[in-house]
Every structure is written in structure tokens, then in C-alpha cells.
């Protein structure tokens, strides 16, 4: 993949690290709401003590840090509510400018200061944390002394405990390593790496078998080099995972395999490598990829081979790019032309995305071939995507030509196609389609062009024709949305396994 500037890089893994679970008091949110509270009690104590305990430690955890920490000098009550409250340490709050957090600042910042106040929040405070993000002070950390800051504070937090906790490294590209001090952090429900030079290389307590995080729920892995091996033995040693994201990887791991007995989610966002295998992963739901990564563009001949193998709950799936993913389903590798059986499907799927440059004959022929492993697909997303040179486009005898599919015939209920153009080969499939899928109930048509007035009405005309042929469905009901744009596909979509369908949009 061709380099993609600094601050590019660095702005997608901020888009994709969990939000500020406090944000600033400036933003008028409810932790401002807390900090007025708080007013309330310097003023009026006996007012503030009718609260039960149990409401003002709600009222602490929801104050950013500084605020937090104060409540402690208001009585001695308030001073037992702070330390028996698991706070949130952002150190977004702590910059001399709070309501611009995430990003490395200019070197004229005071970073010692920084520092050292985080430093102080974690040894003043017995614990457990919430929740520490620490996404500006990190590099520092690092530096000092040889990253024996970093080292302290994750001993601290490793004998403390916390729940969520996100370390990015803001000056990347410049080398820092997290320190292995990070896989004592046993209490940890959820942890996101970002802009890491590599990850802990020295993994032997893994490798004898002792659980690094048995209450780890959710892993993010962003721009953080790491090596086949160990995501083995973290998978291994997280025995409650169930969501894994690999973001912004750049073949750091070359190759990715999954073996988990807990996971239900992986995520490989705008990421590539040479083999993603999925191999068994018994309670897996949703599969996604997406190599896109702003910037960034990968040689004509990159291909990533996708290994399913036991993945009996897998649910969804998408997008499988045709230029880019070689599928292989146990050990199968599926080819235009390839005949299903028994060993070359995969039944469980009812949500498949495919990304497909129909202007390029070599893929558009593998359409059927891809239609064929997933049996019982009930919707079905389509990405058109531009040729830089086209190769032969397929006209509508291929498609009549296809041969039965059988998800076609029995199980397709929504169409999506995003990006349409009007090209006479995405017609000729959205005709295909018209007249084989005997259970469509809706087509749903994105425009590529959809902010011109003069061609969407070009696109309606052009669309017209198909309303009025013969179609395979009875449904009473079917119909056709031709629309522009929506909103853009989003990391946190994907991930949210309470949204049915992670490709709408």
C-alpha cells in the first residue's frame, strides 16, 4: 500500500478509537451539567448532602478529571465519594487547551507538566479506573527515561485495575514501543492500541499458557505492528473476546489468523495483507472488510487471500472485493466457474457485500461463481466501483447465461446497489437480477453522481425500462428506491453488533 500522509494515518485511527467518554465542560454536555452540581455543593453543603452516596459518586464519574479530583477538598464525605468512584482519566483534559483534543500538539507544550499530572491522578486515587485514555501525552511517555513512565503507569494500572483503556502514540511515525508491562493489565474489558511501533515481542508468559486478559470483551489493534504469532496467543489468552478490530494495518501482520473459540466480531478496516484466514471461530457473526484507506493505493497485482474454514454462526459478511480477495473456502479456492457443493458454501450467511468493477470482465465473472457459497443470502449489497481501464464488459447474455444460484431463486428479499452509473454492464446485472430473484420484495439504487439534479433524472430514465419488464417476484409489494448518496460507512457502524445490518447506510 502506498504511504498515506502522517496526519492522514493519524486521523483515521482518531475516528476510530472509542469516543471522549466525557467531553470537555465547554460542550455544554452532561458532565457540565455534574460541574454545576458541584458548584451547587461549595455553596449550599446542606442541600448537596440530602444525595445518597450512590448519586454522588454518579455525579463524580461523570466530571472530567480536574473537576473530579477537586470534589476531594470539598468535606470529608465528598473525599471518601471521590475515592470509592472509578473515574475517568482523559487526558484531554488535562492540555491547556481541552476543547481540542486528539492530536499531537505543537512541541511548545508543556508535556512534563502533562505527565506528571496524570502520574499524580493514578497514584492519588486507589482504584479501580473506569476508564484511561491517554491519547496526546503518550509519546512523552514513551521517551522519558527509556518509556519507564509508561512502564510506571501500567504497573499502576495493572495493580489498581481498569476497565476501558486506549493508548495512542501521536508523534508516530516516530519509534515507540508499548511496554510488556501492558499484558499484567489483567482487569482490562477493553483495550485499543494506536500508532504503536510494535507490540509486545517478548510474549513468553503467553506462550506457557497463562491468561494475559480473561475479561477482555473488545480488542482494537490500530497501526500497531504486530506479529502473527502473537495475535495467535492473544486470541489464546483472552478467553471472553468477542470483538477484534485491525485497523489501518499495512501487512503488520502479513498474515492474519483467527482461531477463537469466543469471538463473535472481527474487524480488518482499511487494512490489507497477503492471507486473512478465519479458521475456527465457532460463535463468529460478522466478518468485515474494508481495504479502503484514504490516500492510499494498493499495486494492481496485491491479492489477500480469504481462508474460511468453521464458521457454523457466521451472519455477516462483506465486502468482499473481487480485484483483491481470492476466496478460498475449505481449502477451496473458488474460481469462475467453480460448481458448489457441500465444501464450498457457506450457509449461515443472510447478509453478503460484494465490491465489484463490472468493467473489468475477469471480475464480473466471478459475480455467479461468489453467489454460490452463500446459499441462504436474504440481502444481498452490491458496490459498483470504477476500472482505471476497462477490460470487456459483460452484457446481459452472460447473466442469462449464468445458470441457476440458488440464493436468487429462494432466499433474496433486498437488493442494494451503491455507486450506480448507468453503464450498460450495471444493467444488464440489476436486470439480471430482476428477473431471477423470485422473492424480491425491495431494490434500493445509490446514485455515484447524487448531488446533480439533471443526472439523476438521466439515471431514472435509464432505470425505467427495468420497472417495466417482466420480473421474477410476485410480491405485490416489490419496489424500487432510486436515491442519492447516504451517509458514509463508518467503523463505529461495523462494529456495533446492535445494528442488524452493518452495510446500510
Known amino acids: 500500500m502506498a504511504s498515506t500522509g502522517c496526519r492522514g494515518i493519524m486521523e483515521e485511527i482518531f475516528a476510530c478509537i472509542p469516543t471522549q467518554p466525557i467531553p470537555s465542560p465547554a460542550e455544554g454536555s452532561v458532565s457540565a451539567a455534574a460541574c454545576s452540581v458541584v458548584r451547587e455543593a461549595e455553596a449550599d453543603e446542606d442541600r448537596i448532602s440530602r444525595l445518597s452516596d450512590a448519586l454522588l459518586s454518579n455525579i463524580v464519574s461523570r466530571l472530567p478529571i480536574k473537576d473530579a479530583a477537586r470534589t476531594a477538598a470539598l468535606s470529608p464525605r465528598w473525599r471518601r465519594v471521590w475515592a470509592s468512584t472509578p473515574l475517568v482519566l482523559d487526558d484531554a483534559h488535562l492540555l491547556p487547551y481541552p476543547d481540542q483534543p486528539d492530536g499531537p500538539l505543537g512541541f511548545g507544550t508543556d508535556w512534563r507538566s502533562i505527565a506528571d499530572a496524570v502520574s499524580s491522578v493514578l497514584a492519588a486515587h486507589p482504584g479501580p479506573f473506569r476508564c484511561v485514555r491517554l491519547t496526546n501525552v503518550c509519546s512523552y511517555a514513551a521517551a522519558r527515561d527509556r518509556g519507564a ?73 490500530c497501526r500497531t505492528d504486530i506479529k502473527t504469532a502473537d495475535i495467535d496467543h492473544l486470541l489464546q489468552c483472552s478467553p471472553l473476546l468477542e470483538k477484534l478490530a485491525l485497523v489501518a494495518c499495512d501487512n503488520s501482520p502479513d498474515c492474519v489468523r483467527v482461531r477463537s473459540r469466543s469471538l463473535r466480531c472481527v474487524l480488518f478496516w482499511m487494512s490489507v495483507a497477503n492471507e486473512v484466514n478465519v479458521l475456527v471461530v465457532p460463535r463468529l457473526e460478522r466478518l468485515i472488510l474494508w481495504s479502503e484507506c484514504p490516500g492510499a493505493r494498493l499495486a494492481d497485482d496485491f491479492r489477500t487471500r480469504l481462508n474460511i474454514g468453521y464458521v457454523q454462526e457466521l451472519k455477516v459478511l462483506g465486502y468482499l472485493d473481487l480485484r483483491i480477495h481470492v476466496l478460498e473456502i475449505s481449502n477451496t479456492i473458488i474460481e469462475a466457474g467453480t460448481k458448489p457443493s457441500t465444501r464450498t458454501i457457506v450457509p449461515s450467511v443472510n447478509i453478503l457485500a460484494l465490491k465489484v468493477r463490472f468493467g473489468v470482465r475477469k471480475e464480473a465473472r466471478m459475480l455467479p461463481s461468489y453467489l454460490r457459497c452463500f446459499p441462504n443470502v436474504v440481502t444481498l449489497h452490491i458496490m459498483s466501483d470504477e476500472a482505471d481501464e476497462p477490460t470487456g464488459k459483460l452484457n446481459f447474455k452472460f447473466w442469462q447465461e449464468a445458470g441457476p444460484i440458488s440464493c436468487l431463486q429462494s432466499q433474496i428479499k433486498r437488493v442494494v446497489f451503491k455507486n450506480f452509473r448507468g453503464d450498460r454492464s450495471e444493467l444488464a446485472f440489476l436486470w439480471f437480477i430482476w428477473e431471477r430473484a423470485q422473492l424480491l420484495h425491495k431494490m434500493v439504487i445509490v446514485l455515484a453522481d447524487g448531488d446533480d439534479p439533471a443526472s ?30 447516504g451517509c458514509v460507512w463508518s467503523f463505529h457502524r461495523a462494529f456495533d453488533l446492535s445494528v442488524s445490518d452493518p452495510f446500510d447506510c
Open 149 to 221: 513512565l509508561a512502564r510506571d503507569w501500567l504497573r499502576v494500572l495493572a495493580d489498581k485495575g481498569v476497565d476501558d483503556l486506549v493508548l495512542v502514540c501521536p508523534r508516530w511515525p516516530l519509534k515507540a514501543k508499548i511496554p510488556a508491562d501492558i499484558l499484567r493489565v489483567t482487569s482490562l474489558r477493553s483495550l485499543y492500541l494506536g500508532l504503536w511501533d510494535e507490540f509486545p515481542g517478548s510474549t513468553k508468559s503467553l506462550r506457557r499458557g497463562n491468561v494475559a486478559f480473561p475479561h477482555l470483551v473488545e480488542l482494537g489493534l
Open 456 to 485: 439523476l433524472e438521466q439515471m431514472v430514465a435509464k432505470l425505467k425500462p427495468l420497472v417495466c419488464a417482466k420480473r421474477a417476484s410476485k410480491d405485490r409489494k416489490l419496489t424500487i428506491l432510486v436515491r442519492n448518496g
